[in-house]
């Protein structure tokens, strides 16, 4: 097979990550999670105590810092400041927090999207975020719209949240997503949005394998047209 690239979007919390590294895994091609990346350039901003809506000081500090990624095999993906591995730290609820004021600046997504368009150029990946489909990868071989219902992405978070011993109630944690979602979605620069020809799948109710399951199928489906 040709080069492949694999686009998935969708909100907070309907499982992209998972899947996406799956289906990298299963395929034995790269995974790039995005919002990792956007993570990464909040938690330079709570580090450093700088301005989230400060686009000029954001973009210094990641470019100070030598903010970028690498890919591993079977899925694997590190984000690195510099030069030291910071995935640990980029799931907490400042983070959380500060992440999508930072996604909503132009100068950090414009950063941002070269950089995944420059390793999709060379890789074959698949790739999670928010606007995979519509902005970075309009081309992407395939394009799938992840979704679930809010209870039950309010479930999965909660469940991230308590094995990492994190307090944080089911109401604070269902209106946290709620708003992410409404920042994401109604953002100027790049919203969260199905691209027209996205394949849209609902994981409400639904295990992982049964999802990537899904994903392979549409995978082969445009492999053999
Ligand atoms: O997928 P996640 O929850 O780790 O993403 C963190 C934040 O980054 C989320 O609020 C939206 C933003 N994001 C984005 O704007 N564009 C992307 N391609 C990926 C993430």
Redesign the pocket.
């Known amino acids: 097979m040709d080069r492949i690239t694999i686009a998935i979007d969708g909100p907070?919390g309907a499982g992209?990550?998972t899947v996406a590294k799956e289906v990298a895994k299963r395929l034995g091609i790269s995974y790039i999670?995005?919002?990792?990346m956007?993570?990464g350039a909040a938690w330079l901003v709570v580090q450093h105590e700088v301005t989230a809506s400060d686009e000029a000081a954001v973009v210094h500090l990641m470019d100070s810092h030598s903010l970028h990624f690498e890919a591993r095999d079977h899925g694997g993906f590190e984000v690195f400041a510099d030069g030291e591995p910071i995935a640990a730290q980029l799931r907490t609820p400042e983070v959380?927090d500060v992440?999508?004021q930072i996604?909503a600046l132009p100068k950090v997504?414009d950063l941002?999207t070269k950089w995944f368009r420059e390793f999709s150029r060379r890789h074959s990946v698949v790739m999670?975020?928010?606007?995979?489909g519509t902005v970075?990868l309009p081309d992407a071989t395939v394009k799938i719209f992840l979704t679930a219902d809010l209870d039950e992405r309010t479930r999965r978070r909660a469940e991230e949240f308590d094995k990492k011993g994190y307090d944080v109630s089911w109401s604070q944690l269902k209106s946290d997503i709620e708003q992410?979602d409404a920042?994401?979605s109604s953002r100027e620069v790049?919203p969260?949005r199905p691209a027209a020809d996205a394949h849209y799948i609902d994981s409400t109710g639904r295990s992982v394998s049964e999802v990537v399951q899904d994903i392979l199928n549409v995978v082969e489906q445009v492999s053999y047209d």
């Open positions: 907070a992209k990550s999670d995005t919002g990792a956007y993570r959380s992440v999508s996604s997504r941002m999670d975020g928010r606007d995979i970075v992410r920042r994401d790049a969260l």
